[in-house]
Structure formats: structure tokens, C-alpha cells
């Protein structure tokens, strides 16, 4: 076993941070080494994102802002790159499309929800109704409503545990 490997890092962290560190001092090959180690699952990231099969010119895209990003941030860990390269990829590439399951109507399901809903403030109601009911991207809410993207997080998230917590005690 390698010494330098960190418990409980794979061999593959321990390259990636040995490329990080490489860019951080200004490697000029470094950033090629990473699209050489990051291409292949990048290009699966994207073909499901986009739903198409060449996206060479947007892996080429992402891998940039990445190697970008990682040249002015300081002390990157592999993980912390590999947050990177997914942020890149929503950042870039938004998604257009959500995923919804259809499912039968449930009154109670229905009720708790607009009891979750009444209990919160106007911009609170309008950041649900603009995400889920209209479909609203995250930076359209942002932009229309004049919220930080941590609001609309926070209020989601907050509107999910209100009505999780409700529907519990509504089973009891």
C-alpha cells in the first residue's frame, strides 16, 4: 500500500489531489491531466443532463470552469473537486426539464399541504408556487422575486419539513 495515501482515500483521490496541487502551482499539463481523468464520467453527467449523445464541446466547457475554479481556490480536496465539476455542470447547463412522477390524488396529502402553505409568508408562498406548481427555474425565482438562492433553499426546504412533520402527525 502506498504511504501517502490518507486512510480511507482511494488511490484515485490521492491522484486527483496530487493534479489539484499541480494546478495550484501553475502545471501547464495538469489541466489536460484532468480532462484525461474526468472526461469519460463528465461526458456521462452531461449526455444525461442534456439528453444528447455529443457533448464534447460542453465536457470541454465544464472542465474549464473547473480547472478554472480550482486555480484560484485554495487547499482543494478531491471531493471538493468533484463538487466542483457537478456545480459547473448545473451551472452551465440548468436543467429545463424536471422530473415529475405522476401519482393519484391524495386529499389529505392535498390539505396538509395548503395548511403548510397558508402558514407562511407571500414571498414564501410565491417561491413554492413558482417552483412547483409553475416549474420556475431557481434563477428565474431569484431574479423575479429579488431572493438569494439561499432563501429559496431555505424556504423549501423549510415547507418540506413543515408538511413532512404535518402529514406524521396526521397519520397518528
Known amino acids: 500500500m ?3 495515501w490518507d486512510a480511507g482515500s482511494s488511490p484515485d483521490d490521492n491522484g486527483l489531489a496530487r493534479l489539484v496541487r499541480r494546478i495550484e502551482i501553475g502545471g501547464l499539463a495538469a489541466g489536460l491531466d484532468i480532462h484525461v481523468a474526468l472526461a469519460a464520467g ?3 453527467l452531461l449526455r444525461r443532463r ?6 464534447s464541446a460542453e465536457v ?3 472542465l474549464d470552469v473547473t480547472i478554472g475554479a480550482t486555480e484560484t481556490t485554495c487547499s482543494l480536496q478531491p471531493v471538493t473537486l ?3 465539476l457537478v456545480y459547473a455542470i448545473h451551472h452551465l447547463f440548468p436543467s429545463s426539464v424536471r422530473t415529475t412522477v405522476r401519482v393519484q390524488a391524495d386529499p389529505q396529502a392535498d390539505e396538509t399541504a395548503k395548511s403548510v402553505i397558508s402558514d407562511m409568508s407571500a414571498v ?3 417561491i413554492i408556487r413558482r417552483y412547483y406548481l409553475l416549474e420556475h427555474p431557481q434563477e428565474k425565482i431569484e431574479r423575479s422575486l429579488q431572493v438569494s438562492s439561499s432563501t429559496i ?3 423549501l426546504n423549510r415547507a418540506r419539513a413543515m408538511f413532512f412533520d404535518r402529514a406524521k402527525r396526521s397519520e397518528l
Do not use: C, H, S, Y
Open 153 to 155: 433553499t431555505r424556504t
Open 60 to 62: 470541454k466547457a465544464v
Open 42 to 44: 463528465t461526458e456521462f
Open 2 to 4: 502506498n504511504p501517502d
Open 124 to 126: 414564501e408562498q410565491q
Open 50 to 55: 442534456l439528453g444528447k449523445a455529443d457533448v
Open 82 to 84: 468533484a463538487g466542483l
